[in-house]
């Protein structure tokens, strides 16, 4: 019997808040905060990770990879804090 009101089924409806229009460039700059953030967060984790790491004894790195990372630095220190450009690099 139909007496024009719907039942219930147990599922309670909660209001929807109503989505605001944004622009494209107000919806890119909260990305990038939000990964701005998530970034720190990340890499502060990291570096207690890190540290626990060292602390404890666990922690290992490959001379090879430690060689490149001081070659990188001192590159990007004698070119004044640039990195070199895939554009400007020389083609053999």
Sequence with gaps: MSSGK???SGKTRTRET????VS????R???????GK???ELRAQKTRETKERIEEGTYYVEATD???????SEVTRLLGGKRPN???RRKP
């Design 6 to 8: 719907k039942e219930n």
């Design 18 to 21: 109503p989505r605001r229009l």
């Design 24 to 27: 494209l460039d107000d919806y």
């Design 29 to 35: 700059r909260s990305k990038l905060e939000t990964l």
């Design 38 to 40: 998530r970034g720190q």
């Design 66 to 72: 430690v060689a490149k990372s001081v070659a990188r």
């Design 86 to 88: 895939r554009d400007t």
